[in-house]
């Protein structure tokens, strides 16, 4: 069975452009969350999907930043305009939720580059 | 979610037994102890999670104080690949967040 599948593995960009990140969750799972590592700090938690709906988001660091879910099943999250602090490793895990102490799934993640 | 501490780092040689220590002194009655680890630049992969009752799989153990303020992370038999940061993270599950904190940098060596 396929893991948790991220798009781009890697994306350089110039400061105030578009980018799209993309997520594939394991089928079945509802649960979706975002987090991201910037350079030299922790792993921070960015949203949390169940199926479509947003359940948490407050980790979203500001409006430049904006999550999809449609459907319930792959997700999305668009970053406009980026800016150089936006650089970092981006991490989407999924987990099921038939068992509310299950483990979640990590993506290999996406690393941004903001020039 | 509790906060966690944890060593910066640690060494183990391999073959032995890594046992690494975590505390979380506020850990509430309904918040389960978990552990992940981030092995160089992949995605965190899951470990053990435990109540209150010590946990065994194929990766670990999870032993857990009976007052359940601190709990230990024992890799058996540690070898090169285990080298990676370990996080223990307290949290209620699927609902919430994950709040990774430092962690614990284990460095395998021969």
């Known amino acids: 069975e396929a893991g948790v599948t991220q798009f781009p593995s890697h994306s350089v960009i110039e400061k105030g452009q578009t980018v799209t990140l993309r997520c594939d969750p394991i089928?079945?799972?509802?649960?979706l969350y975002w987090y991201r590592r910037v350079m030299g700090k922790e792993i921070k938690f960015l949203l949390h999907?169940?199926?479509?709906?947003?359940?948490?988001e407050s980790g979203m660091p500001n409006n430049r930043f904006l999550a999809e879910r449609t459907g319930g099943t792959y997700s999305t999250l668009k970053v406009q305009p980026a800016e150089l602090e936006d650089s970092g490793v981006y991490f989407c895990?999924?987990?099921?939720?038939?068992?509310?102490?299950?483990?979640?799934?990590f993506g290999q993640g996406t690393r941004l580059t903001v020039v | 979610d509790a906060k966690t501490t944890q060593p910066p780092s640690m060494d183990c040689a391999e073959g032995r037994a890594a046992n690494l220590p975590c505390n979380h002194s506020t850990i509430s009655g309904n918040e389960y102890v978990y552990w992940y680890r981030q092995i160089h630049s992949q995605g965190p992969q899951y470990i053990i999670h435990g109540l209150k009752n010590n946990e065994t799989n194929e990766m670990a153990s999870l032993i857990i104080t009976e007052d359940r303020k601190s709990s230990t992370l024992i890799l058996p038999h540690a070898t090169l690949r285990d080298t990676a940061v370990y996080y223990c993270?307290?949290?209620?599950?699927?609902?919430?967040?994950?709040?990774f904190g430092t962690g614990t940098r284990l460095q395998v060596t021969l």
């Open positions: 999907f169940v199926k479509e709906s947003k359940q948490d």
């Open positions: 089928s079945g799972h509802d649960n």
């Open positions: 993270i307290v949290s209620l599950g699927t609902a919430s967040k994950l709040t």
């Open positions: 895990a999924s987990s099921w939720n038939g068992d509310p102490y299950t483990e979640a799934f």
